[in-house]
């Protein structure tokens, strides 16, 4: 079964979101700042990292690329809830970025989406 | 225009005056001076002559009594005659003489012999001479002027005696005194005639030491008992030294007379003549009058003449002076004609004229100067006016962007905000419609109903916050040259049109080049269109155009519908954002519309009429040069 780690300081979003993913067969953890989402991530390590790039303590992209020095395989998945510009997707993608998803999701395809990630592993 | 007469005028009229009364005025001063005072001494002297003139009358009538006397007494035998005789002769005297009164013969002693009179008795008394003074002069002297007295109280009479002589003694001898009353009436009487009652002057005779009156031009001043002049008078007379005389004298009364007087010769009487100082005087007055009448008349026209000379001088330097002023006014035409004379006037007068000339030029500079500046004035107020009116417009511009730019920034954080929980709520349904959908049997289908609700609200919060975050998005502008026609061709030819709409589309031939943003163009574009559709839900035509303008420097896309028209009171407000008259929407539509053609260089534009329509024109720049590609679809 695939692990997925949530990072994102709303409770109730990563909440929501890991008890979503979980219907869909994923095993879901959560964390609720960067500094928790790294170590969780050293600890589990997960399959696929979905993480919010506004977090408290640190940005998504510095996760992403922390975690992309530790693993190649590792799917990230970067949650946003503002446009972002061609530049910023850019250089997500250039720090490891595998995709990016909007809120609110369309969970269906989130769910088809990283179904479709994994297996190209 | 009436003749103004300045100070100089005033000054040189006082001084010509001064000059020319001032001596004048001393002359004349003296000569009525001089004239009065030698015409007084010339009618003084008159009246001493008149004085003088009638003593001698007096003398002669006393003398012509005292010769007839001295020859009676001198006759041989008047002093042998017997009384008889002498009586005789005596008579005959007093009828051939009417003024001898009474005639008597005295002895060596003084003794009257022999008494005669015209108003004697038969036998009169006999007086005593003895010491008479008379008596004693007549034996000294040999004749004698005695004592006046009044006959009857009334008449004045005079004592005239002559000595009797002996002419047979050897030597002669006096032997008595022939003496006689003589009435002085004629005296009065000439005197009347003389100085007639009808003239002013009026005369006397008096006796120095007693101030008998003896004769008076006025008989009814002298026969009377107690006939006398004024004291006054008698006193000034009878003191007097002189032989003849005369003066001014105040009277008691007040008035003044002129009098004169003469001593009658060998007798002690004096002619007194009189009259009021005003009648005396009045030749002297006449003549004052007529010379004062002559220095009035020559002050008169001496001021005349000063008048003129003073105005004969002033006249060029008023003249000047009215030409001056006028110049001062800014007239330089129409001055006054300024006369040249060969004086310092003249000179002053060509010094004006060269003087008003060169005012005249500098003038015309300084007004050709001033006009200048006023016509610079006004430029540079259009100047200032016009950049105040862009610096306005600018600043106004601004303050908008600034506030739109705050909209964006808030929309943005609002949008963006709202999207975590929208994304719970998402997450939420999407994961009970999981959970129910698991449940054999089938849910309750409004359940199932309620989920769909949720989700669809989910969506259309998400493209409302979408279309927030799209407008207030700084997207970098990517423009792609393309033929507008052929590009709406492209836009309308994808359009979902619902079937009541009709579809009235007039794209120009002349397929314009445009540099737009594909994406950003389409979507306002959309907008409108949009729009157009949902004001005509029931029946209606859009209109779709897109021509090149008559400028041929800008190209406009039209899109046009039957709807019921923006009532005017909104039609200023319909760009704003966020401003909106559906029930449902964001008011950002034509909010979008507008930051689209503003970050195309263009314009937006509406012409609304209520109940027919509404036409939106969006005009564009035509591309400098030819199109480098045939433009495409937005996707191209």
């Known amino acids: ?11 109730h979003l990563r909440e929501s979101l890991a008890e979503v993913l979980e219907l869909e067969g994923f095993e879901c953890a959560q964390a609720g700042a960067a500094h928790a989402g790294i170590e969780a991530a050293k600890k589990l390590d997960p399959d696929v990292v979905i993480m919010d790039i506004q977090l408290p303590d640190s940005s998504g992209f510095q996760i992403c690329q922390t975690l992309r020095k530790r693993s190649r395989d590792t799917i990230l998945i970067m949650m946003t809830g503002r446009f972002l510009s061609s530049e910023e997707k850019k250089q997500g993608f250039e720090l490891g970025a595998d995709e990016y998803i909007t809120k609110p999701f369309d969970l269906a395809e989130l769910s088809a989406r990283i179904k479709q990630l994994l297996s190209r592993k | 225009m009436p003749v103004r007469r300045g100070k100089l005028f005033s000054k040189i009229l006082v001084w010509f005056l001064l000059v020319s009364l001032a001596p004048m005025g001393v002359v004349g001063y003296h000569l009525i001076g001089i004239s009065q005072m030698s015409l007084r001494k010339e009618i003084l002297a008159m009246q001493e002559a008149e004085a003088a003139g009638f003593a001698d009358t007096v003398y002669k009538y006393v003398t012509t009594f005292r010769q007839v006397l001295a020859e009676t007494a001198a006759i041989e035998e008047f002093a042998s005659m017997d009384a008889r005789t002498q009586q005789q002769y005596l008579n005959r005297i007093m009828q051939v003489h009417l003024a001898i009164l009474e005639l008597s013969v005295l002895n060596p002693q003084g003794i009257e012999q022999m008494r005669t009179g015209r108003f ?19 034996m000294r002297r040999g004749y004698a002027v005695g004592k006046l007295e009044r006959f009857q109280g009334l008449y004045p009479t005079a004592a005239i005696a002559a000595a009797i002589v002996d002419q047979k003694a050897q030597p002669a001898k006096t032997v008595g005194v022939l003496m006689a009353r003589v009435s002085l009436n004629g005296l009065t009487s000439m005197l009347g005639m003389e100085f007639p009652a009808a003239g002013k002057s009026s005369a006397a005779v008096v006796d120095k030491r007693s101030g008998f009156l003896i004769a008076h031009s006025n008989m009814k001043e002298v026969f009377k008992p107690d006939a006398r002049l004024p004291e006054d008078i008698l006193k000034v007379i009878t003191t007097q030294t002189e032989s003849k005389g005369g003066g001014d004298m105040p009277l008691g009364d007040g008035r003044r007379i002129l009098g004169a007087y003469a001593d009658v010769r060998d007798l002690d009487w004096i002619v007194y003549v009189q009259q009021p100082v005003e009648y005396a005087y009045q030749t002297a007055v006449e003549m004052k009058a007529q010379i004062l009448w002559v220095l009035v008349w020559v002050v008169f026209f001496t001021v005349l003449l000063s008048w003129a000379v003073a105005g004969h001088i002033t006249q060029p330097i008023r003249v000047l002076r009215e030409a001056a002023a006028r110049l001062g006014r800014g007239q330089f035409e129409d ?7 060969n004086d310092e006037i003249g000179d002053l007068a060509q010094t004006f004229l060269a003087m008003s000339e060169s005012l005249k030029e500098k003038t015309g500079e300084l007004i050709g100067a001033k006009q200048e500046l006023e016509r610079f004035t006004k430029f540079l107020e259009k100047r200032v006016e016009a950049r105040t009116r862009e610096l306005k417009a600018a600043q106004d511009e601004l303050i908008k962007k600034e506030r739109l730019a705050a909209i964006g920034q808030m929309a943005s954080v609002v949008g963006h905000e709202i999207r975590n929980p929208l994304a719970v ?28 609700i949720i989700e669809s609200e989910i969506r259309q919060a998400n493209g409302i916050i979408n279309e927030i975050l799209t407008y207030s998005r700084t997207r970098e502008l990517k423009p792609e040259r393309v033929l507008l026609s052929a590009w709406m061709e492209e836009i309308l030819s994808v359009y979902p049109f619902p079937p009541h709409v009709a579809l009235d589309k007039r794209l120009d031939a002349a397929n314009p080049a445009v540099d737009i943003d594909t994406t950003e163009m389409q979507q306002a ?24 303008n008559d400028d041929r420097r800008t190209a406009s896309i039209l899109v046009g519908d039957t709807g019921p028209g923006i009532p005017p009171d909104v039609v200023d407000k319909i760009f704003s954002p966020f401003f909106t008259t559906k029930a449902r929407g964001t008011g950002l539509g034509l909010a979008v519309v507008r930051k689209v053609m503003d970050r195309h260089g263009g314009a937006v ?15 564009l720049p035509v591309a400098a040069a030819a199109p480098a590609a045939p433009g495409g679809g937005p996707n191209a």
Request: hydrophobic share 40%.
């Open chain 2, 525 to 548: 574009v959309r907008n409108l269109i949009n729009n157009a559709l949902e004001v005509m839900p029931v029946k209606g035509t859009l209109s779709v155009q897109a021509r090149l």
């Open chain 2, 425 to 452: 709520i998402n997450n939420s349904i999407y994961f009970i419609k999981t959970k129910l959908g698991g449940v054999p049997g089938g849910t309750d289908p409004k359940i199932d109903k309620h989920v769909k």
């Open chain 2, 335 to 341: 001055l006054p004609e300024v006369t040249t004379t």
């Open chain 2, 605 to 619: 534009e509406v012409q609304s009429e209520p109940g027919r329509g509404t036409v939106f024109k969006l005009t």
């Open chain 2, 120 to 138: 004697l008795g038969p036998s009169p008394e006999m007086r005593n001479f003895e010491t008479a003074p008379i008596f004693t002069e007549a």
């Open chain 1, 1 to 11: 079964m695939a692990k997925l780690l949530i990072i994102d300081d709303d409770a």
